[in-house]
């Protein structure tokens, strides 16, 4: 370690960890300032910033010390080497120093008030001066003039005000016991010359060491985040919050991703059990997650805001293509949330991957949150059913939608059917009564569980059952009483609960209730189809689609060319692509061999032909 003698200016050399008392300075650096080479070659009298360097020996002159610390001549810049060392030092240096003479060039008054020019200094703003401002026991503030404005005891408040950090830090209490995220929303709001030196001024306050790799940019906050990945497991570090909507990994680009975290701490009650590491490829963790969507789960974090109980933070990932590989997103606009308390009995550990080299790269908006009731008794909910069955529609449609910062009730399209709610939440989708003076009224229920299984009730005359006496509860007016799902839990055999990874095909009395992941206007959804069976429409008793395993109702289509191989009539029509080259066999509804009126059918694409299509 150097230090210049404040009284000739000249720098002398310090080994071992027991260097005599000194004073530091902390100051932005300006044009024309003091090097070390200048001090070497004698040339530092013609420097502007000179005076300034004067002035700090006369203070510590006053002071009684021997000694000054300056970051820029008592370091030689020109050794990689001296300035890792240097870097990594620092905080430590600042640490024990005897004081630390905070000069402000840009405050002209010793007015320390909050609204003065005092808490409008540039120095606020800056990188290094974090750790300048929190590692000394003793900060004594200057004004371009060399006044004393006060210190960080007598200023504390006002200090803690400008800067955003807690007072019990500034005082000296142990860094280790602030949360990662906390410490990094105190630097949110900094800056620095070289982009690196956003992660470099960070190492003492975080504990980290790392060698300096200047040129690689963004990637040393990266390498940061990862250093502090191998020595602890405070997953704070995972609690930032951005606007991006692209896929994101789990480590912030910036620590200004941590400007809201200032109240985020620890959580008492851990659930993360299992080491994790940063691999090659992403991030390998064990976690514990809750289904949220579809391919969206929400982690529940070890943190939570502060004094707030059951306020344990959450996070949103997706499954992408690759087997285990998820990446952070955005779901309703929301980045991090509260996590409901009811999610801890619902959730599970899994081991996973979190991509992080995938920032850019933006999900498809390819999911429809809800269901289309595409055909109801084989016909579709339109004029032809009224007509056929003096049936209407007459009931309660849930379709929610999120805008401008909150839910607004979607309109219904009778030609789409489409029933969407909120991504995330659970429960009632629709209710759908059918009304019929002949039959009487019957009752359509679709939502999704706690963990996010679609989920069918039917009642009435409609669907071979009793009548039901509609119960309409007009009075609901928020989201969660409308999304209410409490009639999934009913011992029912009208009750069909399905999987939210293969849907749901049942067969009750004479009805057949399948909900299968279908395409509308290019984008996924579940797809409802109630269909009656009987002798035209057969269901096949052992007959089982080799296309979606489900067993087969109405028309079966049999392979001429392959031994037991079936397809349901969904199925036949992409069979030019999933079972090429090969033709089919209509079979009748008594399992006998083809009719010979019927024949050998063409491949699907040739019916298409056939047809002008």
């Excluded at 209710?431 to 009435?460: H, I, K, Q, T």
């Excluded at 079972?579 to 509804?589: A, E, I, Q």
Aim: proline content about 4%; hydrophobic content about 35%; charged content about 20%.
């Amino acid at each position: 370690m150097r230090l210049l003698n404040v009284l000739s200016l000249q720098l002398e050399e310090f080994f071992g960890d027991d260097p005599p008392p000194y004073a530091i300075l902390s100051h932005r650096w300006q044009a024309d300032e003091v090097l070390f080479r200048h001090i070497q070659n004698g040339s530092a009298p013609e420097k502007k910033a000179y005076a300034k360097l004067k002035l700090c020996c006369n203070q510590a002159i006053i002071d009684g010390l021997d000694y000054m610390w300056v970051d820029t001549c008592c370091i030689d810049k020109s050794s990689s080497a001296e300035l890792t060392e240097a870097i990594n030092s620092m905080f430590r240096w600042y640490q024990n120093a005897a004081v630390c003479y905070a000069y402000l060039s840009d405050v002209e008054s010793t007015d320390s008030s909050y609204h003065g020019v005092f808490s409008k200094s540039a120095w606020w703003t800056r990188g290094w001066t974090l750790q300048e401002l929190i590692a000394p026991s003793r900060v004594e503030f200057y004004s371009a003039s060399w006044e004393n404005v006060g210190t960080k005891e007598s200023l504390e408040s006002q200090i803690s005000s400008i800067t955003g950090i807690d007072v019990e830090a500034l005082m000296g209490k142990d860094l280790q016991t602030f949360s990662v995220a906390k410490k990094m929303s105190w630097a949110s709001k900094r800056s620095t010359t070289r982009i690196e030196d956003v992660a470099y001024s960070l190492f003492g306050i975080l504990g980290v060491n790392m060698p300096l790799l200047y040129g690689e940019g963004q990637k040393a906050f990266l390498r940061l985040q990862e250093e502090i990945l191998k020595q602890s497991d405070d997953q704070t570090l995972f609690a930032w919050s951005c606007s991006d909507t692209s896929y994101r990994g789990m480590l912030a680009k910036s620590p200004a991703y941590f400007s809201n975290c200032s109240n985020i701490v620890r959580s008492a009650m851990k659930l993360g059990r299992a080491p994790y590491t940063m691999t090659n490829m992403a991030l390998s963790i064990e976690l514990f997650m809750a289904p949220w969507a579809m391919e969206t789960y929400l982690v529940l974090l070890d943190c939570e805001a502060d004094g707030i109980s059951g306020a344990r933070k959450g996070i949103f990932l997706k499954l992408l293509p690759e087997q285990d590989q998820y990446a952070r997103v955005m779901v309703n606009e929301m980045d991090i949330v509260t996590c409901p308390p009811e999610l801890l009995a619902e959730g599970t550990y899994m081991k996973i991957y979190v991509r992080q080299q995938i920032w850019g790269t933006y999900p498809s908006m390819d999911r429809i949150y809800g269901f289309w009731v595409r055909s109801v008794l084989s016909t579709k909910v339109d004029e032809t059913l009224k007509k056929r069955e003096n049936v209407w529609l007459k009931g309660v449609v849930n379709s929610w939608k999120w805008s401008e910062g909150k839910w607004s009730e979607g309109k219904w399209s009778e030609g789409k059917r489409i029933l969407e709610i909120p991504t995330g939440f659970r429960g009632t989708a629709c209710e759908l009564w059918y009304g019929s003076a002949r039959l009487g009224d019957s009752v359509l229920m679709l939502g999704f569980d706690a963990f996010f299984n679609p989920v069918c009730s039917l009642g009435g005359p409609l669907w071979g059952g009793f009548p039901v006496v509609p119960v309409k509860k007009w009075d609901r007016a928020t989201l969660e009483q409308i999304t209410g799902r409490s009639w999934m839990h009913v011992s029912s055999p009208n009750v069909h609960k399905g999987s939210r990874l293969k849907g749901l095909c049942r067969y009750s009395g004479c009805i057949k209730i399948s909900i299968q992941e279908e395409m509308f206007e290019n984008q996924k959804i579940w797809a409802v189809d109630i269909e009656h069976y009987d002798s035209k429409n057969p269901l096949w008793e052992h007959a089982t689609c080799d296309g979606c395993s489900d067993r087969i109702y109405g028309p079966r289509y049999k392979c001429h060319d392959c031994i037991n191989f079936d397809y349901c009539s969904n199925c036949f029509l992409n069979s030019d692509t999933s079972h090429p080259s090969h033709s089919f066999d209509l079979m009748n509804n008594e399992e006998m061999s083809p009719p010979q009126q019927e024949g050998r059918l063409p491949s699907i694409t040739q019916v298409l032909k056939g047809r002008g299509i």
